[in-house]
């Protein structure tokens, strides 16, 4: 009894691989004046059996399925590692913006609030009113580029 059922279904695997293998293919002309190639003959009318060259396995040319499917991994792995390089670079640059935008604040604050800095050599110097109109359009233009 299991020999039996062993054995049909290895005539049936082998009818299924074939029976596909040995399909034909049908050339005809439809009604608008195209060309048709399909495995199966057109309802009406006539057509021509043709017979198409089966593709080698293990072609040269650099198509096969198996080669395609390294190219494709290889190129998701590349793209996977390029977005990572790039997320982890937004990162940092937010980072720097957030700290340049911090100073850019503490600049404003300095020269709106105080009237004296201290120079080179650790001494108060006055701030003059061009040094402060100078320092606040600085403050201002980095707060424009560094801030949100």
Not at 50 to 76: C, D, H, M, W, Y
């Amino acid at each position: 009894m299991t020999q039996r059922i062993i054995t049909n279904t290895v005539l049936i695997l082998l009818l299924a691989v074939f029976g596909h293998a040995s399909a034909g293919t049908y050339k005809w002309v439809d009604k608008d004046g195209n060309v048709v190639y399909s495995q199966h003959p057109p309802p009406e009318g006539q057509f021509e059996s043709i017979r198409v060259k089966p593709t080698p396995r293990n072609s040269r040319s650099g198509n096969s399925a198996s080669e395609q499917s390294n190219r494709f991994l290889e190129n998701a792995t590349t793209k996977r590692q390029n977005d990572a390089k790039l997320a982890k670079e937004n990162k940092n640059n937010l980072a720097l913006r957030q700290k340049n935008c911090g100073i850019a604040k503490e600049q404003l604050r300095f020269y709106t609030v105080y009237r004296r800095k201290k120079n080179d050599k650790g001494e108060y110097v006055r701030i003059t009113d061009d040094e402060k109109a100078a320092g606040l359009k600085e403050a201002k233009q980095a707060i424009k580029d560094f801030c949100d």
